[in-house]
């Protein structure tokens, strides 16, 4: 069974730092470029980040570009969201999510909780 | 950047009512069109992958139709667990792969 497991969410101050994992299992995970997707509170999805299969390649939405690095490391099966000077609008669910094909998301995590706060 | 805009925001259905949901692109995506069922508390749920194939382990009742700019989710004969917001993505031109902003399938 294909599972994504995020965890490293939580309670950080206006300018803190965050660092997101997300563990796969059931695939060949050095094999599938992952993505990270967001969902502030009451709102729609919002893709935030991805990267390549072998990690050579990253993307950014322009609301995290220089602020947030994902990462991969292929002999843990995880792939990581580094986000620095956070703030209030990025509070939201973050969710990650196996890239297929020609990139639609399948599947994606069960999602952590990141609530940006004084 | 494309953008994907969903219509109705809100669709009133009673079960085993048919329920027709749009989903317009503002520029051609082709067929790299996906569909996502989210139910509260709950991840997306990848419903159907170039515009009309549905993925692994969807009930036939859900279909998926369009092509270009203008693509269709219909659910035949709504069931109790349909009951949810369902999303669009595009992934024809990416980056950003962007998302509609969601269509809430409620009960009359």
């Known amino acids: 069974e294909v599972r994504l497991l995020e965890s490293g969410g939580g309670l950080v101050q206006p300018g803190g730092s965050l660092r997101l994992s997300c563990a796969a299992s059931g695939f060949a995970f050095r094999n599938y470029g992952m993505r990270w997707v967001r969902q502030a509170p009451g709102k729609g999805l919002e893709w935030v980040s991805g990267?390549?299969?072998?990690?050579?390649?990253?993307y950014y939405a322009d609301s995290v570009k220089g602020r947030f690095t994902i990462s991969r490391d292929n002999s843990e099966n995880t792939v990581y969201l580094q986000m620095n000077s956070l703030r209030a609008e990025d509070t939201a669910v973050y969710y990650c999510?196996?890239?297929?094909?020609?990139?639609?998301?399948?599947?994606w995590g069960q999602g952590t909780l990141v609530t940006v706060s004084s | 950047e494309i953008v994907m805009t969903q219509s109705p925001a809100t669709l009133s259905v009673s079960p085993g009512e048919r329920a027709t949901l749009s989903c317009r692109a503002s520029h051609s995506v082709s067929s790299d069109l996906a569909w996502y069922q989210q139910k509260p508390g709950q991840a997306p749920r990848l419903l159907i992958y170039g515009a009309s194939i549905r993925a692994t382990g969807i009930p036939a009742r859900f279909s998926g139709t369009g092509s270009g700019t203008e693509f269709t989710l219909t659910i035949s004969s709504l069931q109790s667990e349909d009951f949810a917001v369902y999303y669009c993505q595009q992934y024809n031109k990416w980056p950003p792969w962007t998302f509609g902003q969601g269509t809430k399938v409620e009960s009359k």
């Open positions: 999510a196996k890239a297929v094909d020609r990139n639609w998301f399948d599947p």
């Open positions: 990267i390549t299969d072998g990690g050579g390649t990253t």
